[in-house]
């Protein structure tokens, strides 16, 4: 960790999609709790800035890109990868 400069790991380019983001293989899906909310979000990258470590992540239903300090999570948690069956529905 960088204390008072920026850096930025970027994740694999399968979290970048939205829905079909996440099924694609290697696609780290990330559930975390902030304020007693729960997300479960593909990520895309972590990084640092000033003393804070970022994580950013999309939902995969809308593809909105979240960002969220570590130091203000409650829990985290990288998820086993995902095996998604086709769906009946378009994503």
């Known amino acids: 960790m960088l204390v ?3 850096s930025r790991v970027p994740l694999p380019e399968s979290g ?12 780290s899906r990330v559930a975390l709790k902030r304020r007693g909310t729960e997300y479960v ?5 972590l990084e ?14 809308t ?3 979240l960002t969220f300090r570590l130091h ?7 998820l086993p990868e995902h095996r998604h069956l086709p769906c009946s529905h378009a994503c």
């Open 41 to 45: 979000v593909v990520a895309e990258r």
């Open 16 to 27: 970048r999609a939205g829905c079909a983001g996440a099924r694609r293989a290697g696609a």
């Open 63 to 65: 593809g909105e890109l």
């Open 48 to 61: 640092t800035s000033g003393r804070d470590d970022v994580l950013a992540g999309r939902l995969p239903m």
């Open 4 to 6: 008072g400069g920026n």
């Open 72 to 78: 203000d999570l409650e829990s985290f948690a990288v």
